[in-house]
């Protein structure tokens, strides 16, 4: 179904944000705030850290695509 062409910018928008949002949480700079001895549960800190911000990126994208696009 065409929703026309102030959806699609709409939708580009969202996407790019969300890619802008995840670059952003893997910059070194917040990659180094966990010592390297923090440890959550028998996990490294920073491995947690990695883990819950990728499967955020999914979860946001997942849900513009499902949502607007």
Not at 2 to 21: C, M, N, P, S, Y
Not at 26 to 45: E, K, N, Q, V, W
Not at 46 to 62: D, S
């Amino acid at each position: 179904m065409w929703r026309g062409k102030r959806h699609d910018e709409r939708f580009t928008g969202l996407t790019v944000a969300i890619g802008a949002f995840g670059s952003l949480l893997f910059l070194p700079p917040l990659l180094s705030l966990f010592p390297d001895d923090a440890r959550i549960g028998h996990l490294p800190a920073q491995w947690v850290y990695l883990f819950v911000a990728w499967a955020a990126l999914i979860a946001l994208l997942a849900f513009a695509v499902r949502r607007w696009g």
